[in-house]
């Protein structure tokens, strides 16, 4: 205890001493009791992040609108569904909602399978496959008489560092590289459909509420997800080329990997970016574009040799190509 404070206590009376230091046992306790309180929310909060994926977003409607970097509307966060009713989105969200004919058997079997669960769906309104998606399952949903209380749509970005990404950040640990992603929650999450059908949107839907196995999309984007990226290092590579044989199977075009790798990459996950670029390169040796995105991620982590390199291979294989002289030029400024 403070001098000051025993001198005090030394004359006062055997009681008022007493209560003095009964006053500052509980003054420590209570500030001791505040800093547990705050450790623990502080653990709590990080354990949700960390298992976001078990549950849905719990942020509140913004209806926020923006524009992309053309200059076009574009809405972003946690929106109702009405604002797809309003222009622009109007003009392209009632043609796809009219224009679907839906499966009405099997509308008929997700009536009973969707009670009690959550949808939650991250699109974008800059999104081609979100424009022909996102009213089909709406208009589904509202045939199967789905509580729309209980659909969440979540608009993400498309400009550069903040692509695919909401600015409530629901995204987060959710692992949302193409979109429309569709996610259906029960008490976890039970499945999600990754930009388009397998089947149909209605046989998806009741193949992932019943719990029979399902696929989604982009195979090997959502293997390196559960096999690769917790690699914290660049990989070597013999490491990648032996994955490219894994993985190359799974893949349709180079796109599919490439889009990933600009994901991690915005989000500032350099080593990873560059470990997905790379693989890609093994996948698609003789696509210009790899090397380009290749390239691009030694820039943007601030490697100008690598970036040079390898924008000087774009033009080995493509002479005069306008991207890689076009970079090049400011990376030898």
């Known amino acids: 205890m403070h001098a000051g404070c025993e001198v005090i206590l030394c004359a006062c009376t055997p009681v008022v001493c007493f209560v003095v230091k009964v006053f500052y046992l509980l003054i420590f306790n209570l500030i001791t009791m505040k800093a547990i309180f705050i450790t623990i929310s502080f653990c709590l909060i990080l354990f949700t992040s960390c298992h976001r994926g078990a549950v849905p977003a719990s942020t509140p409607v913004v209806n926020t609108e923006t524009k992309t970097a053309t200059g076009q509307p574009m809405l972003l966060g946690h929106c109702s569904v009405a604002e797809l009713n309003r222009e622009p989105y109007s003009k392209w969200y009632s043609a796809s909602f009219s224009n679907y004919k839906t499966d009405s058997n099997t509308i008929a079997q997700l009536g009973s399978a969707l009670k009690g669960k959550t949808i939650e769906v991250f699109l974008g309104t800059w999104c081609g496959d979100s424009q022909r998606e996102v009213p089909r399952l709406v208009k589904i949903l509202q045939q199967a008489h789905f509580d729309t209380a209980n659909l969440k749509l979540i608009f993400v970005d498309n400009t550069p560092g903040k692509y695919k990404q909401s600015p409530q950040h629901e995204e987060q640990g959710l692992f949302i590289f193409r979109v429309p992603t569709i996610v259906i929650y029960g008490k976890s ?16 839907l009741l193949t992932i509420l019943q719990k029979q196995p399902y696929t989604p999309n982009y195979k090997a984007g959502n293997y390196w997800h559960k096999e690769v990226a917790r690699k914290s290092k660049p990989m070597s590579d013999a490491e990648l080329q032996s994955l490219a044989v894994t993985m190359k199977p799974m893949t349709r075009a180079m796109g599919e990997i490439n ?75």
């Open 189 to 204: 999450e039970m499945g999600r459909i990754v930009e388009s059908p397998v089947v149909s949107l209605e046989k998806d």
């Open 259 to 333: 889009s990933l790798g600009y994901l991690v990459l915005y989000q500032k996950d350099y080593t990873q970016a560059l470990n997905i670029f790379k693989l890609n390169t093994f996948m698609y040796p003789d696509n210009a574009g790899t090397y380009d995105s290749l390239a691009e991620g030694y820039a943007v982590s601030g490697d100008k040799e690598k970036a040079k390199y390898y924008y000087q291979k774009v033009l080995a294989m493509k002479p005069g190509d306008e991207n890689a002289t076009k970079q090049l030029g400011l990376l030898n400024k």
